[in-house]
């Protein structure tokens, strides 16, 4: 679960980081054992992108900042 902004950054750190071993997986798996191989990976980006809209949708914005005129 997602708390504050700096684990939401890491957090789109690591799907990054996950999205750039499955695309360089692509180029040396072998077809017949690619469904195996990416489905772990899938999964495990699609639960941290779950985490990200959540905490997003769900967690209220800050108190907005105003200027002095």
């Known amino acids: 679960m997602i708390r504050?902004?700096?684990?939401?950054?890491?957090t789109r750190e690591r799907v990054a980081m996950f999205e750039r071993m499955l695309e360089e997986l692509r180029k040396t798996a072998r077809s017949e054992e690619w469904p195996a191989l990416s489905s772990g990976y899938?999964?495990?980006?699609?639960?941290?992108?779950?985490?990200?809209?959540?905490?997003?949708?769900?967690?209220?914005?800050?108190?907005k900042r105003t200027t002095a005129a």
């Open 4 to 10: 504050n902004d700096q684990e939401l950054a890491v």
């Open 42 to 63: 899938r999964v495990e980006i699609e639960r941290m992108q779950r985490e990200i809209l959540d905490y997003l949708v769900h967690t209220p914005p800050g108190p």
